[in-house]
T-cell receptor, first 118, second 116 residues
């Protein structure tokens, strides 16, 4: 049972280009979360998605950032017109649809995608 | 809104000794979960231990235990018999169960270095 798969692991973009980060959740997991980690910082929530639905995007910057989780295929985090401040590690996590008060609701993280903007 | 506070500076522990990593939290929710994750230098996030707010017993997972003091809103991680491989960043996180599968909120993390 493969874990959460993220690709690419490393991505280099020049200012103004687009970055696309992909995340395949664990088998059987129907919830996907994206987090951003700046150097020496904790993880900051960006967006929470279920299949074909954005449930909570309160952490997403208002411009240039978008996320989707289509019926088929991986979840995509898209950053348009990247700037140097977008350089960070982007983590995807997934969880099953389980009882909210149980440990089964643990988020399993991918290895992260490290974006460098030149 | 939830808030996690981890204020310890870099922590050092001698191999084979125990160490406590502090975490305090703030929430108005009655039902929530507390989590600890480990991030080694390779960068991945590894789940360590979970404590539910209604759990009466402190959680344990092998060498990890969670010292949960609900009235003080603290959820300290205790690592017994430290190993060199325990050197990493450690993040405390919480999740309020106001709805199904709400987001995890993380603290800033604590760096632990285990000395041989």
């Amino acid at each position: 049972n493969a874990g959460v798969m993220q690709n690419p692991r490393h991505l280099v973009r020049r200012r103004g280009q687009e970055a696309r980060l992909r995340c395949s959740p664990m088998k059987g997991h129907s919830h996907v979360y994206w987090y951003r980690q700046l150097p020496e910082e904790g993880l900051k929530f960006m967006v929470y998605l279920q299949k074909e639905n954005i449930i909570d995007e309160s952490g997403m910057p208002k411009e240039r950032f978008s996320a989707e989780f289509p019926k088929e295929g991986p979840s995509i985090l898209r950053i348009q017109q990247v700037v140097r401040g977008d350089s960070a590690a982007y983590f995807c996590a997934s969880s099953p649809l389980g009882p909210p008060r149980s440990g089964a609701n643990v988020l399993t993280f991918g290895a992260g995608s490290r974006l460098t903007v030149l | 809104a939830q808030k996690i506070t981890q204020t310890q500076p870099g922590m050092f522990v001698q191999e084979k000794e125990a160490v406590t990593l502090d975490c305090t939290y703030d929430t108005s929710d009655q039902s929530y979960g507390l989590f600890w994750y480990k991030q080694p230098s390779s960068g991945e996030m590894i789940f360590l231990i979970y404590q539910g707010s209604y759990d009466e017993q402190n959680a344990t997972e092998g060498r990890y235990s969670l010292n949960f003091q609900k009235a003080r809103k603290s959820a300290n991680l205790v690592i017994s018999a430290s190993q060199l491989g325990d050197s990493a960043m450690y993040f405390c996180a919480m999740r309020a169960y106001t709805g199904a599968n709400s987001k995890l909120t993380f603290g800033k993390g604590i760096t632990l270095s285990v000395r041989p």
